[in-house]
């Protein structure tokens, strides 16, 4: 007892309260209050201290011990996450920060053997064959020779070994070529070359165009003299777009790398966090004098993203484990298709089937002492019930699915990720869509400006275009009327706002150059006019607005961190210089900057947004609301434009405000928003723009195709409801002819019953709910509102966030148990598309970090249809045709086994011994049974034409009970027809039993694969002669086991027909029967 107490005070940190209690309550003969003592215990353990001096010497010794663990925990436990100020150029931290190495190897020499066989006996099939071969080592036990028993296993083993050892392999050279990577490290001393492993906290490392960021490093400079510099994540968040990044600007203005060492540089960095998008650290340099500057995500390269121009010279800040990379590395979860649960269930009875006979031949052999020996040994006779090479076969047959999806011609650039669940793609149920990029091609298209009191649409642009002209033509004495020159005004004001506001940088056709004068400052801009122009940015959004005012004459032709040049309509340049830049995010769901004009010095705060952020931003107005809802319905994507004046004093005001905010390490962005928040009122407003987001190649056949294979497909998306209901509608997820019921919006429980019971009225319309109304009933009414969404025929969900959609598809697994996909093209989808059964990606304009997060990538949402409908539904048919047939193959010799036994007074001596055992599931019916996988029922334009057939497979009847227990009375009767025709037939000939047994029961199998294929395939027929051949060799070279003039007398041949014909001839028949009469689906169709 006493023990017990100090060990969880100790445990628990108290270790100041165990002294007390050593040496303080024991004097005084007090113990002190513990919740799980009771006052009897307490009473005890005073007692037995009192009563025993030696109590003190074991406390104290448990003491020690524990501390003795404590320390050695403590020393194996990875180090906490911490902030940092690290000096630059200098060693810094010892052990203190991990290495820089990349590690994704599982295994190694030691740990490579005990770990695979760990992960394969966790399973309970290898285990059982486990346990069942050991016996075979044990003499009184053993029933037949042992190789029959170990060799099977030691095969699946080894082919399961191979595979680990083949994925390492790979795993240990990739990372090899990583971390073996040469770059340059500035010292005092001058560069000197180092590896990626090598690399500390601390050093100062060159990186070259197209080399890969090695660790998270702050950019310090760049040959560019502008301090930008552009990277490539891709790897890093699936985003093709170029990043740009900002050398810090103290060091930048250095005139050598060699400077930066002697200005007494360090870096504060915050502690490691998951967060890609943020950072917050400041710059310290001592010298000429100190300072200090804010740093933030513009300042830093990530591990694992690439330099996209010039050379850059990055100081590091986190290695190894700690880097974004690493943090944001997690194994994808591992997803087992509902098949592989079904046909583990259906071991499980084959487990109890051995179990119920094995003691039913025990009992019926009569009681005896050793009754256990001969259960164990029935056993091992029925072991082949359960099928060993069930699981090999599968998993190669899946891997064989996802060769033949890779190689589609007519889904071209489809890549499977994950081999293990191709036959879920043939019982989906529900598919959860995204809508931009997915429904949709996220390729943008500017189709509409509102100024209020005008509108210009596609057929009108040339009207702004001339408007813009001649409000740059106009001088201070032109005449004209003071309506035309409000309204060009307001045109020109517009569509600079549109030129300005934004984070688009343009490039020109030169690779070699980022953008027109960037690489090269000294580039004359004016020298450039003709030149065609192309951007780079984050959205596809901004790019359309900045193309649309390059058709309209107003171009942007120049950009880098502190200015940009504007091309007007008449050929003149305006120039801008960049004070501030307000970046996009989810949150702010707005970006603005701040820009003063070089020519007027007129300081201009722009700034653009979407609407529910921006109404409360502008001046009042009595159109903006109305009109965003007016191009919502048209299908249009919403941005609301503002732009505000800004004094001298009040920018100076503003700028002191943020450079202060931006100084903070702690709550860093809470206080620039706050700063921010300073300008942003009463803003002027400018216009609204439209912009059409095209719907995606074939997306009305391809919805209709899915619902008329009885897949239910759900939007979610974190658009506007009225542009979210337009796209449904367009793109034929909700028919025209199906009504819509839109969720009306509700913040409290009795609004949101009363807005369900609405709703059951109309459970055959389509629903429309926005996410705040969906939180709140999936609060209160869980059961209810997934129930009643489940029966509509469609659901758009609208605002919907990343979270949101992760949850939806928890919820229908948990409610429908049916599997559920997802498919999505950004990095929103990700989590919906891990949390589903299938995950499918699309590789967009976003990326590829949905794509390389899926199950299966496509290019297109079309292709979606051939792949569930007919790559989907093969792979389900072949998978549940082929474990079904394994399954009979080892019932029917067991079935046999037990007759034998049975009719031998229930002796436990294998009816077949050695090769025979291992050649039945092996050589003789291997290829034909496992070529079942080129089994078709209908050629794929059909089954694209009649999407009806694959509804059919959505209530899992190919592969259910029913089905199991039809594949078990087939194999009762077949053992059963063979082995007791067998006795009855050659009765004077009865120690032939085994030849003409076997001989039957090889050619039974075949046989009955004949039956079962549809279609086929040349291979199919070489697998048979194959099988045949290399049983007609075992009869000439094992004569211990056939008896040649027995083999071929006239007799046996006769009686080898007989028996050959009842145990297939009545199974054929019914089966052209049922064909007859009640033809399954596909074979109507083939008639027709």
Known sequence: MVTEVLDLQVLNGHKTNYTRYRKTDIATSTVPLLADVSDSEADDVLFEIKGNRKAKQRMTASSSFVDRWLKCEQCCKPPELQERKVPLGQICGGDTFPKNEVKNTKYNLVTFVPKVLFEQFKVFINLYFLLVAITQLIPTLRVTYVYTSWAPLIFVLFITMCREAYDDVKRRLRDKEVNRAVYRKLTPSGPVKITADKIKVGDLIYIEKDQRVPADVVLVRTT???????????????????????????????????????????????????????????????????????????????????????????????????????????????????????????????????????????????????????????????????????????????????????????????????????????????????????????????????????????????????????????????????????????????????????NVTPSGEDEESTSVGLTNPGINVEDSVMEKVQYQASSPDEIALVEWTEEVNLTLVYRDRTKMKLRTPIGEFEEFEILMIFPFTSESKRMGIIVRDVKTQEITFYMKGADIVMTNIVQYNDWLEEECDNMAREGLRTLVVAKKVLSHDQFVEFERRYSEAKLSINDRATQMRNAQLTIEGEMQLLCVTGVEDKLQLDIRTTLELLANAGIKVWMLTGDKLETATNIAVSSRLVSRMTPIYQFKPVKTRTEAHNELNNFRKHSKDALVILGNSLEVCLEHYEAEFIELAMMSPAVVVCRCSPTQKAAIVHLIKKHSRKPVAAIGDGGNDVSMIQAADVGVGIVGKEGKQASLA???????????????????????????????????????????????????????????????????????????????????????????????????????????????????????????????????????????????????????????????????????????????????????????????????????????????????????????????????????????
């Open 224 to 502: 560019e003299k502008t301090g930008s510099c552009f990277i490539r994540t891709d790897q890093l968040d699936g985003e093709t777009d170029w990043k740009l990044r900002l050398g810090v600007g103290t060091t930048q203005k250095l005139a050598s790398d060699d400077d930066v060492l002697r200005c007494g540089p360090s870096v504060y960095a915050e502690k490691p966090q998951r967060d890609i998008h943020s950072f917050i650290g400041n710059f310290y340099s001592a010298l000429p004098s100190p300072t200090e500057e804010p740093l933030n995500i513009e300042n830093t390269m990530w591990a694992n993203t690439v330099v996209a121009n010039g050379t850059a010279l990055g100081a590091v800040i986190y290695t190894g484990r700690e880097t974004r990379s690493s943090m944001n590395t997690n194994d994808p979860p591992s997803k087992v298709g509902h098949t592989d649960y079904e046909i583990n269930n259906l071991t499980k009875l084959l487990f109890l089937l051995t179990i119920a006979l094995s003691t039913s031949l025990v009992i019926l052999k009569g009681t005896t002492t050793l009754w256990y020996r001969y259960f164990v040994r029935f056993i091992v006779l029925f072991s082949y019930i359960i099928p060993i090479n069930l699981r090999v076969n599968l998993d190669l047959s899946k891997i064989w699915y996802s060769i033949c999806i890779h190689k589609d011609k007519d889904i071209e650039g489809t890549v499977v990720r994950n081999t293990t669940i191709p036959e879920e793609l043939g019982r989906i149920s529900y598919l959860l869509s995204d809508k931009t990029g997915t429904l949709t091609q996220n390729e943008m298209v500017f189709k509409k400006l509102h100024l209020g009191t005008v509108s210009f649409g596609s057929d009108t642009f040339d009207d702004v275009a001339t408007h813009l002209k001649n409000e740059y033509e106009s001088v201070p004495s032109k005449q004209t009327s003071k309506v035309r020159k409000t309204l060009a005004h307001r045109v020109k004001e517009s569509v600079k706002a549109l030129a300005i506001c934004h």
């Open 854 to 1088: 899926a199950d299966y990538s496509i290019s297109q949402f079309k292709n979606v249809g051939k792949l569930f409908l007919w790559h989907g539904r093969n792979s389900y048919k072949r998978c549940a045709s082929l474990s079904q047939f394994i399954i009979h193959r080892g019932l029917i010799i067991s079935i046999m086994q037990a007759i034998f036994s049975a009719v031998f007074y229930f002796v436990s001596i294998s009816l077949y011994q050695g090769y025979l055992l291992i050649g039945y599931t092996t050589f003789f019916t291997m290829c034909p049974v496992f070529l079942l996988v080129l089994d078709v029922d209908v050629e794929s334009h059909t089954a694209m034409m009649y999407p009806e057939l694959y509804k059919e497979l959505q209530k899992g009847r190919v592969l259910s009970f029913k089905t199991f227990f039809m594949w078990i009375l087939i194999s009762i009767y077949q053992g059963a027809a063979i082995m007791y025709l067998a006795i009855l037939l050659f009765k004077e000939d009865f120690v032939h039993v085994i030849a003409i047994t076997f001989t039957v029961l090889i050619v039974t199998e075949l046989l009955m694969v004949v039956a079962t294929v549809r279609t086929w395939h040349w291979l199919m027929a070489v697998a048979q002669i194959f099988s045949l051949g290399a049983y007609f060799l075992t009869l000439v070279f094992l004569p211990q086991y056939f008896d040649p003039a027995f083999i071929t007398s006239k007799d046996f041949l006769i009686k080898f027909i007989a028996l050959t014909a009842a145990s297939c001839v009545p199974l054929f028949v019914m089966k052209y029967i049922r064909k007859k009469f009640a033809p399954p689906i596909y074979a109507r169709l083939q008639q027709g």
